[in-house]
């Protein structure tokens, strides 16, 4: 009784098992293994390491890349606006503009701080 109750989640667990395991194991299988100088050297800068991967970097990439994805956020909230433009209420409006100014406002905030500058 117990075993039929469990049988699907057993069924869709392998399922999922096989799904992520069948495409890596028949690609294995078929691909060309053909290593070649150029296929082994470094892939992005053209040049082998010279440090460790663990190096840190500057605080100032991390906070950059951090205002880049909140504004990035806020001005993704403007296209459903601005595609129901013409259906939207005086209500809506307000909301935007206030919404509106507290980006414009942090956006200032930021050049002042000159927290967009990469020196």
Do not use: T
Not at 27 to 56: N, T, V
Not at 69 to 76: N, P
Not at 89 to 118: D, K, N, Q
């Amino acid at each position: 009784m117990i075993i039929s109750e469990y049988l699907p989640i057993f069924i869709f667990i392998l399922l999922g098992i096989g799904f992520g395991v069948f495409p890596m194991v028949f690609g294995r299988i078929l691909s060309p293994h053909k290593p070649y100088k150029a296929k082994l050297s470094p892939y992005e800068c053209g040049f082998e390491a010279f440090e460790d991967a663990r190096m840190k970097f500057d605080i100032r990439f991390y906070l950059l890349a951090i205002l880049f994805i909140v504004f990035d956020l806020e001005i993704a909230f403007l296209f459903p606006w601005a595609v129901a433009l013409n259906e939207l209420s005086g209500e809506a409006y307000i909301a935007m503009a206030v919404f509106m100014v507290e980006l414009i406002i942090g956006f200032i905030y930021i050049w002042v701080r000159r927290g967009l500058e990469w020196q």
